[in-house]
């Protein structure tokens, strides 16, 4: 016990600083981009009613969201995801309206960046929709859910979250711009986030040109960070979908749940992407949480929106999205090997080949001010290290070797 003290001692603080201080930045080398007119190829369309959350929609198949045009690329090159208002809907026992939700082919796995480059999220009383990511294998919760684009009704901000099976919470001091309302992932509402920047969500957001988010999956934590358009990191604004993406300079996410409190690869299966829009249901329609932003003429969402025309009520319930990519954490080539002698590991399909990337690893290093959940970020102070990648890999290895150590006391 006596011998085991100080390395013991000495990975916990490691550990400790890995996970709420320090994050180990790299750079992504693309894997896919959805956009432009093959935007819809490499997804499945539901084809069902809502069986999970409950909303008053059916989410239709791909040929009928292409004749009724609830899915299509507009003239700007932008894919649109819509409910339907073009159909009257008539009151009866059980009633849906058409809308969509699709599942990406692909999975995501630890080492994953996926952003999204976002015009218009759909919004209104009784419109729920949500961009987020589902583990496989696993029956729910047990692959993990992350939700990166979520809210309901008349709400003004996005909200971010995780959601698990027993055990992940959020750390109590993650580092991060947005606001902690729930650190427990395994609660109905999951480890959630508020968004604190302005422009998240709704008529804001899309009079702001709409924003891009990022989502990190890392061995070290999951990253969520949103930039209205203004605010886009030049980086990303100067990317083209075979850009390599560093995500050294783009200082705090507004959620961050760090490995610490939440071991990532026993909560997180590789993920599928999803996106869709529902209508009432659990959330958006439970009475009380609708009557806290909307407030029609009978105060029930299913009767004040869902049923008739579907115009206007639903003329904001459409995505407009210019693209979404996926990246893959760039090796790290091991000491003395040469930089395009490494092979990288895949998601499981389709099998994609990583272009070479840069000989250089960045590491930054960021000091949190103490647990204030509330503080603004721009008192963190952030300090860049460049390694040279024989360097950084020496350092990273050791890293790996002293967080192996620890799992096996
Ligand atoms: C919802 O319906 C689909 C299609 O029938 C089915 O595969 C899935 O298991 C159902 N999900 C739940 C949570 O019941
Ligand atoms: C709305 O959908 C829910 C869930 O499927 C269903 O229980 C409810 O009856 C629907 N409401 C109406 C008025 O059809
Ligand atoms: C992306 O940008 C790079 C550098 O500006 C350029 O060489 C490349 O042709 C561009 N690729 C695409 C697909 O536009
Ligand atoms: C995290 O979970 C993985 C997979 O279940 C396990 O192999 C590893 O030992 C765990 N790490 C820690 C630090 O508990
Ligand atoms: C449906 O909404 C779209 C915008 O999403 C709008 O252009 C169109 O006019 C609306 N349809 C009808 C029938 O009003
Ligand atoms: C690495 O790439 C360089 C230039 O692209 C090439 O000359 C060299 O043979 C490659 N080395 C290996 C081990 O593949």
Not at 92 to 118: C, E, H, Q, W
Not at 312 to 317: E, G, I, K, L, V
Request: aromatic share 12%; hydrophobic share 35%.
């Amino acid at each position: 016990m006596g011998a085991l003290g100080i390395p013991r001692l000495l990975s916990l603080l490691l550990w400790a600083c890995l996970s709420t201080s320090l994050v180990v930045s790299a750079i992504y080398a693309p894997l896919r981009e959805y956009a432009g007119s093959t935007f819809f190829d490499a997804w499945d369309y539901y084809n069902f009613y809502d069986n999970t959350t409950w909303g008053n929609v059916t989410f239709v198949d791909r040929q009928t969201a292409v004749s009724d045009r609830l899915t299509y690329v507009n003239d700007a090159g932008n894919a649109v995801v819509k409910v339907d208002n073009t159909t009257f809907v008539q009151n009866g026992p059980l009633v849906f309206r058409n809308s969509v939700r699709i599942t990406s082919k692909d999975t995501y796995g630890i080492g994953a960046l996926i952003m999204i480059d976002v015009r218009h999220i759909p919004y209104g009383c009784s419109v729920w929709p949500s961009f987020w990511t589902l583990g496989t294998e696993k029956l729910w919760p047990g692959g993990g859910e992350i939700d990166i684009i979520e809210g309901i009704n008349m709400l003004n901000n996005n909200q971010i979250a995780l959601h698990t099976t027993s055990g992940c919470f959020q750390d109590p001091n993650p580092g991060q711009t947005g606001n902690t309302v729930e650190r427990d992932c395994s609660t109905p509402r999951g480890c959630l986030v508020a968004e604190n920047k302005p422009n998240s969500w709704g008529p804001g957001f899309a009079q702001a040109g709409g924003g891009v988010w990022a989502l990190q999956i890392d061995v070290a934590g999951i990253f969520v960070w949103f930039w209205s358009r203004p605010d886009i990191p030049g980086n990303v604004n100067s990317a083209n979908s075979s850009s390599n993406i560093d995500t050294a300079a783009w200082g705090p996410p507004s959620a961050s749940y760090p490995a610490a409190s939440c071991n990532i690869s026993q909560y997180f299966t590789p993920q599928q992407l999803v996106l869709l829009t529902t209508l009432c249901g659990t959330w958006a329609g439970v009475p009380s949480i609708y009557a806290s932003t909307c407030h029609t003429p009978t105060m029930s969402c299913f009767a004040d929106n869902v049923i008739g025309p579907g115009s206007p009520t639903y003329d904001n319930a459409f995505w407009e999205i210019s693209w979404i990519r996926t990246y893959l954490n760039s090796p790290v080539p091991p000491p003395g090997a040469s930089p395009n002698s490494t092979t990288v590991q895949s998601p499981p399909s389709p099998p994609l080949v990583v272009p070479p990337t840069t000989s250089f690893v960045t590491t930054t290093v960021k000091v949190t001010p103490p647990p204030e959940p509330a503080q603004s970020s721009t008192s963190s102070a952030t300090l860049s290290v460049t390694f040279e990648h024989s360097l950084g890999s020496v350092l990273l290895v050791f890293l790996a070797w002293f967080l192996r150590y620890m799992n096996g006391l």
